[in-house]
């Protein structure tokens, strides 16, 4: 299967063009990079080639970097010796750019063939690695397309040579963005940044770059010729030393030490910086070996890459034909259901979107205005597409509007009664095929789809707000729930470009069966004397991006006290959770309702800045003298989740794992570096989580008893991937 193929023009200018069989964009393999590096032996050996040209074959693009799946099975097939195995693949990589950039040359920097990439557009990852290699990089006038090193979002960091060339190129400050951020530029960005050369008209790009191959430029890199400095200096230099100690603290600030990849490359760029350019390379494989060898990296790719994009594809859609929404109903206009009204019609869907008054429905609407203004503001939009957004939708009170919806979205307040009586409403003004969707954080599906005269239309739809910023989208099946409603659903949100996961009906679902023990486990904390300070940070330092504490002022207590008093009343005398409802409740009638109300477990300035934690709270909860250590708050805050998810698989809540670590890493961000809950039990072992968890049982009670399904998999010495799999094999039994 041919992914290069070479042109010799009259001139002696030899294209080498990189289009992938079956692909939309370019993604480099293994046989890829074999097939190139043939194909470089060739042009340079040929006499009658002057120079190169390397482009794609994909139109608006030139790559969109390494297959995911190849990296996440580095290690696995890297032999019996794994790090020798990665480090000798990788240095034989680097031999390959290494000698596309020599072009030839001798020793002495004489001779060689000028070679120039040209990029229609997105080049990413190894797609921009390859032309750092070049010796020109000339990009089409593209604003489309993304240009940059994204691999530190995945867990990993430019281990192909990206790192070093960018480093040297553009010094550690000009690269840290683009190294430490992922930042991602257009080509006019790209090259004001400094990392491609020239930007010219789609049509000019390979004239151009045909122009520059034949004009003699010099080709020889600035790293190989003698005296080179690195801008901005290196490491030992004054002005070197002050960037990287920034760097560091940056760094460590921002991962607090969780994520392996980032202190890798920061070391990489270090280290590289105090050696010759060859031995940086091997200096840049050492550290991308030492990053594939800890597991967080192949946990973070799968579920944030390989996971997540099957999720999205429908790897666990029903098999029923396209349920594409064309016109959908949103009851309710309050911020979720005006952030739903918004999702939609910048997807292109037709939005009738009703409250009980129209000044309210009105609201609702110019929600969608403000934040396309801002968008304006932002250079994210134009006035002409702020326009055909808000054209799409209706803000009304009449539900007549609704004739025509295949999917109606219902997002009003959270009580049965209200919410059946909007159901009937609806159904009674909408066509026999529609799909109604309750969105609920809380309420069971198969009782609420009791207002509905056809509960298997009736599904679960639970949007996290803000409804425009956050990625998951909740679907719940209830009892009755058809196929066709699945399907609707998850066509809908793969409309709206938000990833779903799918889940069977029961107490908070999944998300919320995972999120409140976790603020519950802090609260309960706080009652028992140990320091809010620790009970936060100790959750940061795990990898959560926000503590418990933090994250109950902003989802408000008053909300929490609610959700208490519900779920009180319906377990009765099994309620677990008095000890945390002291406290909140003591905190709502002090009138700290949270962010909302400039008052919570912080405390808030008049423009609602977050301060420090509130000094009343130790007052009421005097703190003991003895601490507990770092490492108990920290199994304490994460079994908390991790158990309830376990338990939601084995109660068939959960039907594939999958969806449960990029659910858990996208709904409420557990520890992304960990890849999600069932990957870090994979990665702590199933042994040694019985261990902790019998140990937290013995000393703080059931909440914390080691499931079943736990105890076997230690039992077996296998993992939840090693017995759920990853594709069609994920889901449970």
């Known amino acids: 299967m041919t992914q290069f193929t070479k042109s010799i023009?009259?001139?002696?200018?030899?294209?080498?063009?990189?289009?992938?069989?079956?692909?939309?964009?370019?993604?480099?393999n293994m046989e890829g990079f074999q097939e190139l590096d043939a194909l470089i032996d060739d042009v340079l050996a040929d006499d009658a080639v002057k120079g190169v040209i390397l482009t794609s074959g994909k139109e608006g693009s030139f790559a969109g970097g390494m297959d995911l799946n190849i990296i996440a099975r580095m290690k696995e097939s890297a032999g019996d010796n794994p790090a020798k195995g990665l480090f000798d693949g990788i240095m034989a990589t680097h031999k390959i750019l290494r000698k596309l950039e020599r072009g030839g040359m001798d020793d002495k920097n004489k001779g060689g063939k000028p070679i120039v990439a040209a990029l229609p557009g997105t080049a990413l990852g190894i797609g921009l690695e390859i032309p750092l290699a070049c010796h020109y990089i000339i990009a089409a006038d593209n604003p489309?397309?993304?240009?940059?090193?994204?691999?530190?979002?995945?867990?990993i960091f430019p281990g192909m040579g990206g790192t070093t060339r960018l480093s040297w190129k553009l010094g550690a400050m000009g690269a840290s963005p683009l190294l430490l951020e992922g930042k991602l530029n257009d080509p006019k960005k790209a090259k004001a940044a400094g990392v491609v050369d020239e930007v010219v008209a789609p049509e000019e790009l390979l004239t151009r770059a045909r122009e520059w191959v034949l004009s003699e430029p010099k080709i020889v890199k600035p790293w190989d010729e003698k005296g080179y400095k690195i801008p901005g200096g290196e490491p030992y230099h004054p002005a070197g030393f002050m960037t990287f100690v920034g760097a560091s603290a940056m760094v460590n600030g921002n991962t607090k030490g969780v994520y392996p990849a980032a202190k890798a490359l920061l070391s990489s760029v270090?280290?590289?910086?105090?050696?010759p350019f060859d031995t940086a390379l091997r200096i840049e494989a050492r550290?991308?070996?030492?990053?594939?060898?800890?597991?967080?990296?192949a946990a973070m790719i799968r579920s944030l890459f390989i996971n997540k994009e099957a999720l999205e594809k429908g790897a666990n859609r029903p098999d029923v034909a396209d349920q594409k929404v064309r016109?959908?109903?949103?009851?309710?206009?309050?911020?979720?259901?005006?952030?739903?009204?918004?999702v939609s019609a910048q997807a292109g869907i037709e939005v009738v979107l009703i409250d009980q008054k129209q000044e309210a429905a009105d609201k609702g609407k110019s929600y969608s205005e403000s934040y396309l203004d801002k968008g304006i503001a932002r250079k994210k939009t134009t006035p002409e597409k702020k326009e055909e957004v808000l054209s799409r939708i209706t803000a009304t009170t009449d539900y007549a509007a609704l004739k025509g919806c295949d999917l109606v979205v219902e997002a009003v307040f959270e009580d049965v009664g209200v919410k059946a009586a909007v159901t009937r409403e609806v159904l009674a003004a909408v066509g026999p095929e529609c799909i109604f969707a309750t969105n609920t954080s809380t309420l069971p599906i198969s009782e609420l789809a009791k207002a509905s005269d056809n509960p298997e239309q009736f599904i679960g739809i639970h949007f996290f707000s803000p409804v425009e910023k956050m990625m998951l989208v909740e679907i719940i099946k209830g009892e009755k729930t058809g196929d066709v409603a699945v399907a609707k659903a998850l066509d809908y949100v793969r409309q709206i470009r938000k990833t779903p996961i799918v889940v069977n009906d029961a107490r908070f679902f999944y998300a919320n069966r995972c999120i409140i023990p976790y603020i519950n486990e802090g609260i309960r904390m706080v009652k028992e004397g140990v320091e809010p300070a620790l009970v936060e940070n100790a959750a940061k330092l795990v990898g959560m991006p926000l503590g418990p504490l933090q994250l109950v002022d902003e989802t408000s207590i008053d909300l929490g006290v609610k959700i208490a008093k519900a779920t009180r009343a319906a377990m009765g005398d099994a309620y677990p959770d008095g000890a945390v409802d002291e406290v909140l409740f003591w905190m709502a009638d002090e009138g700290r309702l949270g962010r909302k109300?400039?008052?919570?477990?912080?405390?808030?300035?008049?423009?609602?800045?977050?301060?420090?934690?509130?000094?009343?709270?130790?007052?009421?909860?005097?703190?003991?003298?003895?601490?507990?250590?770092?490492?108990?708050?920290q199994h304490r805050l994460l079994f908390a989740q991790v158990l309830e998810a376990?338990?939601?698989?084995?109660?068939?809540?959960?039907?594939?794992?999958?969806?449960?670590?990029?659910?858990a890493i996208l709904g409420w961000g557990f520890a992304p570096w960990s890849g999600g809950p069932f990957s870090w039990l994979d990665i702590l072992g199933a042994e040694r989580a019985v261990e902790l968890t019998e140990a937290l049982t013995a000393k703080f009670g059931d909440r914390f008893a080691t499931p079943g399904l736990l105890r076997e998999i230690a039992a077996s010495g296998g993992s939840f991937y090693d017995r759920f799999g990853t594709g069609a094999d994920a889901k449970a039994a």
């Open 597 to 633: 109300s400039n008052a919570g477990f912080y405390t808030y300035d008049e423009k609602g800045k977050r301060g420090l934690l509130w000094e009343g709270l130790e007052a009421k909860y005097p703190v003991d003298d003895e601490q507990p250590d770092l490492s108990e708050v």
């Open 327 to 342: 016109k959908v109903g949103v009851i309710g206009a309050g911020m979720m259901g005006a952030g739903i009204a918004l």
């Open 270 to 275: 270090y280290e590289g910086m105090q050696v």
């Open 9 to 28: 023009d009259a001139d002696g200018v030899a294209t080498l063009t990189w289009d992938t069989p079956g692909k939309s964009m370019n993604v480099m």
């Open 287 to 297: 550290w991308f070996v030492n990053v594939l060898m800890n597991p967080s990296s």
């Open 144 to 155: 489309k397309a993304k240009i940059g090193l994204p691999e530190i979002m995945v867990g």
């Open 646 to 663: 376990v338990r939601a698989l084995e109660e068939g809540v959960l039907e594939d794992i999958r969806e449960g670590d990029v659910g």
